[in-house]
T-cell receptor, first 113, second 112 residues
Framework: DTEVTQTPKHLVMGMTNKKSLKCEQHMGHRAMYWYKQKAKKPPELMFVYSYEKLSINESVPSRFSPECPNSSLLNLHLHALQPEDSALYLCASSQQDINEKLFFGSGTQLSVL | AQSVTQLGSHVSVSEGALVLLRCNYS??????LFWYVQYPNQGLQLLLK??????LVKGINGFEAEFKKSETSFHLTKPSAHMSDAAEYFCAGPPTGNQFYFGTGTSLTVIP
């Protein structure tokens, strides 16, 4: 299994809603990432978990809250988002660290109304 | 600061023609360089990866890239474009701190 699975594929939420994005991998990878990608732009790193500990937070607003319940799962909790947060949210994993090949999920297309 | 620069945000080629997507890096010591492809409504997929050693790197789907230190380049090529190659291509690396720097991307259109 060389897949990173993200759910849901699409999400529409209001600015007062609370929702969560989920990501799962069963490759035994110990590093997992959240990226944000706007249309026609490269992915921007948000968070990195290494061995289930948050190792990088790229100055992301607190309305985004990551969680890594175990080595296979990664969540991104969303609360009080703004319309400008609408984007494709990509999860990725790598065996141990960022110098290695990244495996990406297909992403969650988020629209904030 | 960005460590890779992709020249040309849009490239169009005819089916069967050579594909050349350009990437230049700024670091003096690039331990790792990557090319990723993103098909519509998909995540990114690794095409190929350069580490120190052979300068010509072969990847998936017939793509290859040549590392040229004298030109600080890592251009992606494919001898004959297929319609299925239409996608967004990102050069990435080298890692700085704990993250890749992705280039701004090149959108490849293949004309039948």
């Amino acid at each position: 299994d060389t897949e990173v699975t993200q759910t849901p594929k699409h999400l529409v939420m209001g600015m007062t809603n609370k929702k969560s994005l989920k990501c799962e991998q069963h490759m035994g990878h110990r590093a997992m990432y959240w990226y944000k990608q706007k249309a026609k732009k490269p992915p921007e790193l948000m968070f990195v978990y290494s061995y289930e500990k948050l190792s990088i937070n790229e100055s992301v607003p607190s309305r985004f809250s990551p969680e890594c319940p175990n080595s296979s799962l990664l969540n991104l909790h969303l609360h009080a988002l703004q319309p400008e947060d609408s984007a494709l949210y990509l999860c990725a994993s790598s065996q141990q660290d960022i110098n290695e090949k990244l495996f990406f999920g297909s992403g969650t297309q988020l629209s904030v109304l | 600061a960005q460590s890779v620069t992709q020249l040309g945000s849009h490239v169009s080629v005819s089916e069967g023609a050579l594909v050349l997507l350009r990437c230049n890096y700024s670091s003096s010591v690039p331990p790792y360089l990557f090319w990723y492809v993103q098909y519509p409504n998909q995540g990114l997929q690794l095409l190929l990866k350069y580490t120190t050693g052979a300068t010509l790197v072969k990847g998936i789907n017939g793509f290859e890239a040549e590392f040229k230190k004298s030109e600080t380049s890592f251009h992606l090529t494919k001898p004959s474009a297929h319609m299925s190659d239409a996608a967004e291509y990102f050069c990435a690396g080298p890692p700085t701190g704990n993250q890749f720097y992705f280039g701004t991307g090149t959108s490849l259109t293949v004309i039948p």
